[in-house]
């Protein structure tokens, strides 16, 4: 039964959204507050993701201003405060691969995951090294992020969707940047296929975890 469970097509990492584009709002609360704007295109294989927050760590304030954006091949993580981004491969693409190497079971166990709705999208749920993320079954959108770590409490939740034609111009790379390119996260990927095939909660485990870096960044997208 399980083997007729998964086809080429359920690899719920090449899945597309229910609607071409839209933009998707977020509130940002906790020990960070801000706001999110989510801009998709063509079944969410493109995304745009703007964070502006402010937040107070050791008495000091601190605010964010960052843009992500995604597509099919890259993600840069652009800090436009600086003009400082990195570039690296696509994690979705290697998400991708990871799945279709599993076993029929094991796939089916992730497709068969299951979370809380939100906006009307079915969700999965992957907690990995404090940070709890409910992400869309169907095109791997990002819709709840809660980070705890001691004491620091963040949430991010989607609270409207726009389902309207997306300007083009927001796809494109900003002018003058000073671009790092990084190598793919295959232990990240790594972490996101083990958290899933958990019955319960997995926290990814790492030899270290860079806390105050967590902290200073905030909740990143699992740049599905």
């Known amino acids: ?8 097509s359920e690899n719920p990492f090449e899945s597309k959204l229910p609607f071409k584009e839209a933009t998707v709002h977020y509130s940002i609360t906790g020990s960070k507050q801000g706001k999110q704007t989510t801009y998709i295109k063509n079944f969410g294989k493109k995304k745009v993701i703007y964070k502006k927050s402010n937040s107070k760590i050791m008495h000091a ?18 800090n436009l405060s600086t003009k400082e981004a990195i570039k690296e491969p696509s994690l979705n693409n290697i998400l991708i691969k990871k799945f279709n190497k599993l076993t ?23 907690s990995i090294d404090g940070v709890t993320n409910h992400i869309s079954k169907k095109g791997d959108l990002l819709l709840s992020s809660e980070t705890g770590i ?3 409490k963040v949430k991010t939740i989607a609270s409207s969707i726009d389902k309207n034609d997306v300007n083009d111009s927001l796809f494109i790379l900003p002018k003058d940047l000073k671009i790092t390119e990084k190598k793919a996260d295959e232990l990240k990927a790594t972490h996101i296929i083990e958290a899933l ?24 997208a699992l740049d599905f």
């Open 1 to 8: 039964m399980i083997s007729t469970l998964v086809h080429a």
């Open 61 to 78: 304030n601190t605010s964010d201003d960052t843009l992500i954006m995604i597509d099919e091949n890259w993600t840069y993580h652009i």
């Open 104 to 126: 029929k079971k094991e796939q089916a166990t992730i497709i068969q995951k299951k979370g809380k709705e939100i906006l009307g999208l079915a969700t999965y749920q992957a």
């Open 150 to 152: 001691m004491g620091y």
């Open 197 to 220: 095939l958990k019955n319960s909660n997995f926290n990814g485990k790492k030899e270290s975890v860079d806390y105050q870096s967590i902290i200073q960044e905030g909740i990143q």
